[in-house]
């Protein structure tokens, strides 16, 4: 797998550095397979980096006992989902497993035009949206240290049915195939790693080599 390297010329442990002096705002997208960690990848630098600004997508699935309505998601129904596409208030959106998901446009618009940097966290057809949509957009994807190691985590705890766990290996084959469409490739060795490069992609400064 070919990965693209960082040189982050900057400290990000040291404050905000979306808000650089001279900086232009980024948007950058975070994407890749299923199972690869993305929520914890995202969830690690909630905790840790409050300066970080994270579009909260829309979705109509139920939602679940530890999410915040507002925080984690917006939760509505298809009505009112679809009411949102008619109106060209998404910037990209997408269905998955039944549910519909997307990432409310004006936000982040306002966020980018005061000068800040945002961070997105979509399916690989999202990213593809913004990018037509957005083509100054950054995007990031996180890929797994081997197959093997995703495959292990996609079979999980082994519940699952032949036909499921095969249905789900032959999607995840097909993230991987996309990842030259992105601008950089993070190795999730580790939450806190991947986190930390992540980060430090929300500067312009940070360049590829």
Do not use: C
């Not at 997508?57 to 949102?84: C, K």
């Amino acid at each position: 797998m070919q990965m693209e390297r960082l040189a982050v010329t900057f400290d990000h442990t040291l404050g905000d550095p979306s808000m650089n002096p001279g900086d232009g705002p980024r948007l950058v997208v975070l994407s890749g397979p299923s199972g690869v960690g993305k929520d914890s990848v995202i969830e690690y630098i909630r905790a840790r980096n409050p300066w970080v600004w994270l579009s909260v997508s829309v979705t109509t699935r139920p939602i679940r006992d530890y999410e915040v309505n507002g925080l984690h998601y917006h939760f509505v129904d298809r009505a009112e989902f679809h009411r949102l596409v008619e109106a060209g208030e998404f910037l990209e959106w997408a269905e998955f497993a039944g549910n519909l998901y997307g990432t409310p446009r004006k936000p982040v618009e306002e966020r980018l035009a005061t000068g800040q940097s945002a961070l997105l966290k979509i399916d690989l057809q999202g990213a593809r949206q913004v990018r037509r949509a957005m083509p100054e957009a950054l995007l990031v994807f996180l890929a797994p240290p081997s197959w093997e190691e995703l495959k292990r985590r996609l079979i999980g705890r082994g519940t699952d049915d032949e036909e499921t766990i095969r249905q789900r290996l032959a999607h995840a084959q097909e993230e991987l195939a996309a990842e030259p469409e992105f601008d950089v490739t993070i190795v999730n060795h580790t939450v806190e790693q991947a986190a930390a490069e992540l980060v430090g992609l929300l500067s312009p400064q940070a360049t590829r080599r």
